[in-house]
Nanobody, 114 residues
Framework: QAQPVESGGGLVQAGGSLRLSCVAS????????IGWYRQAPGKQRELVAL???????NYADSVKGRFTISRDDAKNTVYLQMNRLKPEDTAVYFC????????WGQGTQVTVSS
């Protein structure tokens, strides 16, 4: 089973930007819809962005217009560009397939200060 490795998190002030990366050594990477999920303290994990093999994308309403998901199948990598960050975006961010078929990675912490 593939296990992704997420990176790119950090501490940023409100209004700032971060770019997250997710690499997964899955032979089926290119055919999967892949999503970025996040989990804030005391809350359930939620899907914030999804990109299909066709390139079509979906976003949670809370991040629409601020976050952009993209993928590079040649590098088995998915990115999440996060702009105009808000304190409520603070969470651990994970990537997984749309069906959550990979083993969950460690995630990457994003902290947005006000």
């Amino acid at each position: 089973q593939a296990q992704p490795v997420e990176s790119g998190g950090g501490l940023v002030q409100a209004g700032g930007s971060l770019r997250l990366s997710c690499v997964a050594s899955a032979s089926t990477f290119s055919i999967n819809a892949i999503g970025w999920y996040r989990q804030a303290p005391g809350k359930q994990r939620e899907l914030v962005a999804l990109i299909r093999s066709s390139g079509s994308r979906n976003y949670a309403d809370s991040v629409k217009g601020r976050f952009t998901i993209s993928r590079d199948d040649a590098k088995n990598t998915v990115y999440l560009q996060m702009n105009r960050l808000k304190p409520e975006d603070t969470a651990v961010y994970f990537c997984n397939t749309g069906l959550q078929s990979w083993v969950w990675g460690q995630g990457t912490q994003v902290t947005v200060s006000s």
